[in-house]
């Protein structure tokens, strides 16, 4: 079982940054695909961004909605993976969720672990 925790949300102005973490339990962190997803209110969940490890090298990729202003990084001594959310829009308002595929191999990615979601509302 993997468990994550999601924290940093909030309210913050338009044109503001806020800062997300996700906490992931498990001894082979470093091999998690580790996503970011999110769902505003009467719509359904979108992807965000994800990371995920090759062997030697990590991947990170996003949505064209949120690239040039969203960064995803991680710190795999501590087994967290961070959202760092610039330029914040009031289209930005979700409830965001990080997500988890422990399994280590190549292929397409099965999110089968998440977090229960950190509230970000951006004001105009």
């Known amino acids: 079982q993997v468990r994550l925790l999601e924290s940093g949300g909030g309210l913050v102005q338009a044109g503001g940054s806020l800062r997300l973490s996700c906490a992931a339990s498990g001894r082979t962190f470093s091999s998690y695909a580790m996503g970011w997803f999110r769902q505003a209110p009467g719509k359904e969940r979108e992807f965000v961004g994800a990371?995920?490890?090759?062997?030697?090298?990590?991947?990170?990729y996003y949505a064209d909605s949120v690239k040039g202003r969203f960064t995803i990084s991680r710190d795999n001594a501590k087994n967290t993976v961070h959202l760092q959310m610039n330029n914040l829009k009031p289209e930005d308002t979700a409830v965001y969720y990080c997500a988890a595929d422990s399994r280590g191999v190549a292929g397409p990615i099965e999110w089968s672990y998440w977090g229960q979601g950190t509230q970000v509302t951006v004001s105009s």
């Open positions: 990371t995920r490890s090759s062997g030697i090298t990590y991947y990170t």
